[in-house]
C-alpha cells in the first residue's frame, strides 16, 4: 500500500548517493560512467524521482523529436526507469510512467519513446498502451576493407556542425534526442574521439572508442538512404584508421541483420500516430 506522502519530484544534488545506487543496481553501471553522466548539470535537469521514504524509483525525460519525411513531433524519449528491488510489485513503476504521460500531455508532447531493456519487457509495456515502433539490431559486418587515409580526427565543435548539418539538410535522423551536445561531451571526456570520414561524395562523421583492441563505433552520421556497402566501407575506414579488427556498432534493423531490441512508442495525439512507425539512426549506444 503506498503512503500518502509518496510523491514524484524533479532530482536534485541531495538524491545522487540514492539515485547512483538505484542505478547500479539495476543497470550495472560502474562508478567511472556514473562519475561521467552526473558530471553535467542537464543530466539531473530531466531526471525525475518516486520519493516513498527515500528514493524507491527514477526515469529521465528527453525532450526529442520524432518524424518521418517531411514532418516530425515532439516528443519525450523515456530512459533509465528503475525501481529498487525490495520495492517492486507496489505500483512505483505504473505511477512513474503515468506521471510520464501526464506530463508529456501538459507540455505539449505528442508521445513517448523507449527502448527496452530487454525482450521480457515487451508484455509489460503493451499492457500499458506501447508498440513497437522499431527494431534495433546487430548487423554482421563481413567485409570491412577501408581505407585508413579517409580518416581525420574532428573537434567536438566541428563534429557538432556536421551532425546539425545532417539534422537540418539531410533528414538523416528518425529519433533525435535534443540533448545530443552533452551525451557527445560525456563521450569524449571519456576517452572516444570524434571522426570524419570521406566515403565517395559524402562527408560522414562517428564517435568511437578503443578498448583492448575492439573499436567501438558509439554513433554514426550516415544518410538514410546509405547502403550497407556505404557503412561496411565507413566502418572499415575507421577499424583501419585505429588499427583494430574487431568492430562493434548497432545500426537500425535491417535485412540480414540479428533482432536487439524494439523501440517501443506510445502516440499521445492523433498528429503523432505515426512519427514512431520509421527507423532512426542515433541513440545507437552500447
Known sequence: MR???????????????????????????????????????????????????????????????????GGSQPVLYLFALAVRPDRQGNGIGGGLMRFAEQ?????????????????????????????????????????????????????????????????????????????EAWNIETELTGGAVALRIREGDADLAAICAVNGGTLYVRELCLPVESNQGVIYRAVGSLAAYAKCRNVRLRLPWQEGGVPERYLMAKALTEAAKDVFGDIYANLLWD
Open 3 to 69: 503512503s500518502k506522502v509518496d510523491t514524484i519530484r524533479t532530482a536534485c544534488r541531495a538524491d545522487l548517493p540514492e539515485i547512483r545506487a538505484l542505478w547500479k543496481e539495476c543497470f550495472g553501471d560502474s562508478d567511472d560512467y556514473l562519475d561521467r553522466y552526473f558530471r553535467h548539470p542537464q543530466s539531473l535537469e530531466h531526471l525525475f524521482v518516486y520519493e516513498q521514504h527515500g528514493v524507491s524509483g527514477m526515469m529521465t525525460l528527453i525532450p526529442c523529436l520524432a518524424g518521418r519525411e
Open 103 to 179: 506530463y508529456a500531455r501538459r507540455e505539449g508532447y505528442g508521445g513517448i519513446g523507449l527502448v527496452m531493456q530487454h525482450a521480457g519487457l515487451t508484455h509489460y509495456y503493451r499492457e500499458k498502451g506501447y508498440t513497437p515502433a522499431s527494431q534495433l539490431g546487430r548487423l554482421k559486418l563481413q567485409d570491412l576493407s577501408g581505407d585508413g587515409d579517409r580518416v581525420a580526427s574532428l573537434s567536438v565543435q566541428a563534429y557538432l556542425s556536421i551532425r546539425r548539418r545532417f539534422l537540418a539538410e539531410r533528414n538523416s535522423f528518425r529519433f533525435i534526442p535534443r540533448l
